[in-house]
T-cell receptor, first 116, second 115 residues
Framework: DSGVTQTPKHLITATGQRVTLRCSPR?????VYWYQQSLDQGLQFLIQ???????AKGNILERFSAQQFPDLHSELNLSSLELGDSALYFC???????????????FGPGTRLTVL | AQSVSQHNHHVILSEAASLELGCNYS??????LFWYVQYPGQHLQLLLK??????LVKGIKGFEAEFIKSKFSFNLRKPSVQWSDTAEYFC?????????????FGTGTRLLVSP
């Protein structure tokens, strides 16, 4: 158990819908990262937040957005869902931020999204 | 673009065989290197990491990896695999020169260990 929690574990929805994935980082970690794992794209970085502020963006679609709340939990919002958005979405957390050296990222169990 | 390559996509071994999985990255400067393992149906778990110092790194479950800067490589090894090592293995790199902490992953290697 990494200490990172994600809910829900599974999500099945229809095209065009909107869903919200939730992540709680390890106690004391200020950085949260979102990754997407799909068969065709592999593991791709989506976005990073540090202490409530967006710090880095990767291959995140405009239909996707995220935020980190004052209690440090994060939500990833996916809208206008398409079949191709079906994937495993992982959240990871670490203690450090940009400029303070690399740190280890610990991953949550993931949310498996199926778009029908 | 900075990238990570894992050349072995599928590896099949018998128990007690030795394992070496290749990982290469494209950047010649300072990097931070990781190997993660994903057991069937589970999340990514850190096996080992290299930030600096001794290029031979020991991780959990008997795994080790060697950083060879001249070859831009960080190969994962285990002298004797067990059936329970069946999993997918991901090499990942942080490229600090980008100013970002994001992990860039290789495509992964699926290891199947037959009893």
């Amino acid at each position: 158990d990494s200490g990172v929690t994600q809910t829900p574990k599974h999500l099945i929805t229809a095209t065009g819908q909107r869903v919200t994935l939730r992540c709680s980082p390890r106690s004391g970690d200020l950085s949260v990262y979102w990754y997407q794992q799909s068969l065709d794209q592999g593991l791709q970085f989506l976005i990073q937040y540090y202490n409530g502020e967006e710090r880095a963006k990767g291959n995140i679609l405009e239909r996707f957005s995220a935020q980190q709340f004052p209690d440090l939990h994060s939500e990833l919002n996916l809208s206008s869902l398409e079949l191709g958005d079906s994937a495993l979405y992982f959240c990871a957390s670490s203690a450090s931020m940009v400029g303070q050296g690399a740190d280890t990222q610990y991953f949550g169990p993931g949310t498996r999204l199926t778009v029908l | 673009a900075q990238s990570v390559s894992q050349h072995n996509h599928h590896v099949i071994l018998s128990e007690a065989a030795s394992l070496e999985l290749g990982c290469n990255y494209s950047y010649g400067g300072t990097v931070n290197l990781f190997w993660y393992v994903q057991y069937p149906g589970q999340h990514l778990q850190l096996l080992l990491k290299y930030f600096s110092g001794d290029p031979l790194v020991k991780g959990i479950k008997g795994f080790e990896a060697e950083f060879i800067k001249s070859k831009f490589s960080f190969n994962l090894r285990k002298p004797s695999v067990q059936w329970s090592d069946t999993a997918e293995y991901f090499c990942a790199v942080i490229f600090p020169n980008t100013g970002f902490q994001k992990l860039v992953f290789g495509t992964g290697t699926r290891l199947l260990v037959s009893p």
